[in-house]
């Protein structure tokens, strides 16, 4: 049986307690008013040596009352944007942390279906890693409450204001609308919630059944859970990433955030199966299995690239207004974090797991997995920022403080749920041949 250490028990409440202060920080330091984003663009004006006054002088010369009215709209515009800043912050930990969760449990659910032979032996770690799934959920389904009771402007199309005066918006209305919305969140949770309860159940309970029937029970659950998976993923991202920015669309969204997720849960069941090795657990995990998930890796890293290079070359070289402007704006206003993800995700895996020798060698892969999670995180801030919160982006205070907070909270829930239940499944059908993986 795995014991938590109180080292990272400590350093994990640590995190959760130091992130709760950062976020608690960020909103209190959000502009509450207009006047006090105004003293706060004046002060960075002054700051930047009066770059803002061409800009100034052109206003003056409109008509006064035309120009107080832009200048009061886009003061309005910016305090929705700080105001969004720390939610959107939150928002980016959330949905990572928890989508990491589901990530490892699809990839849990395909070695079931595909009836492995190698990765018994990680099952006890990849349920350990779901087991934040629930605890995930419920954060990120508390979010969606408060997104829709106002306590935010990321879904801008939840303001019937907004929906009133935009047609585009209007028009998608009997699909965007609160009542349904929330519907069909509670249907994906659930869903997934239940099929990682009676999975991990029936995986337990195979450990004292005298034949493989809760193996085969695993076996038909898991499959319909796959299906309903690929329904449910594709309409989870346009719901809660891509109508960020309802006037924009792509039909390979939800592959593209499918690979990103994906691919953070295997690096997550590499680093934690190293982890635990560098304790002294798992003793008959041995390099070939490490080999396995680093191909993964390394393979879903490439595929992450093909759906990112695909989606940004089709729109681009279309030239649609309406489709070209979303990466218009990431690469005008998030140059670094845009391409940064690019670097992270596939050129850095690409020169460091194309090598056979490496994928064996524990701190090369620590290194690599590391890079990778944070490279597929900024992914995430890319995706959910611009949208939320325009060119008022940063990496402060609310953004480390959510990261740490999430973190924290992850590493917790999950080297707890490890401590339940012993490290190797018993009866799995295929363990003995997963204790002998070679090649």
């Not at 009676?198 to 299906?227: G, H, P, T, W």
């Not at 020798?357 to 701190?363: A, E, G, T, V, Y």
């Not at 609310?398 to 590493?411: C, D, K, R």
Request: net charge negative; with cysteine.
């Amino acid at each position: 049986m795995y014991t938590f250490s109180s080292k990272l028990k400590t350093f994990s409440l640590i995190l959760i307690l130091l992130g709760a202060l950062g976020i608690g920080y960020g909103f209190l330091t959000a502009p509450k008013n207009i006047q006090e984003v105004e003293t706060m663009l004046s002060a960075e004006s002054h700051h930047e040596g009066g770059s803002n006054a061409h800009e100034a002088h052109a206003v003056a010369g409109e008509n006064d009352a035309v120009a107080a009215e832009k200048h009061k709209e886009h003061l309005e515009h910016v305090l929705h944007q700080l105001q969004n800043k720390p939610w959107a912050a939150l928002y980016v930990a959330c949905i990572f942390f928890m989508l990491v969760s589901l990530g490892v449990l699809v990839f849990y659910a395909i070695q079931q279906v595909a009836q492995s032979g190698w990765s018994p032996l990680l099952f006890r770690v990849m349920q350990g890693i779901t087991a934040y799934l629930p605890i995930g959920s419920i954060f990120f389904f508390v979010f969606l409450i408060l997104c829709g009771l106002h306590f935010n402007h990321l879904f801008i199309w939840l303001d019937p204001e907004v929906v009133a005066e935009d047609k585009l918006i209007a028009n998608k209305s009997g699909y965007l609308n609160f009542p349904f919305w929330i519907i069909r969140a509670v249907i994906f949770l659930l869903g997934w919630n239940v099929y990682r309860y009676f999975s991990r159940k029936n995986c337990l309970a195979q450990d004292e059944a005298s034949d493989n029937s809760f193996y085969k029970k695993n076996f038909n659950i898991s499959a319909m859970f796959l299906v309903f998976f690929i329904v449910s993923e594709s309409i989870m991202s346009w719901d809660w990433i891509m109508s960020l920015d309802p006037h924009w669309a792509s039909t390979l969204f939800g592959w593209y955030v499918f690979a990103s997720f994906f691919v953070s849960g295997i690096t997550t069941i590499c680093l934690i199966t190293l982890y635990l090795k560098s304790k002294g657990y798992l003793e008959h995990v041995n390099s070939s299995h490490i080999h396995d998930l680093a191909k993964f890796m390394f393979g879903f890293s490439v595929f992450w690239t093909y759906l990112w290079f695909s989606q940004f070359m089709l729109i681009w070289y279309s030239n649609i207004p309406e489709e070209v402007t979303y990466f218009v704006t990431r690469i005008e206003l998030y140059n670094l974090p845009f391409f940064g993800a690019v670097a992270m995700n596939f050129l850095f895996p690409l020169l460091i797991l194309i090598n056979t020798d490496f994928k064996r060698i524990s701190w090369v892969l620590v290194m690599a997995g590391t890079v990778i999670l944070l490279g597929h995180y900024v992914d995430f801030f890319n995706m959910i920022m611009p949208s939320s919160v325009g060119d008022q982006w940063s990496i402060g205070i609310p953004e480390i403080s959510s990261v740490f907070f999430f973190l924290g909270l992850f590493l917790f829930v999950v080297f707890t749920a490890l401590t339940k239940a012993p490290l190797v499944p018993k009866r799995n059908p295929f363990i003995e041949e997963s204790k002998h993986f070679h090649y």
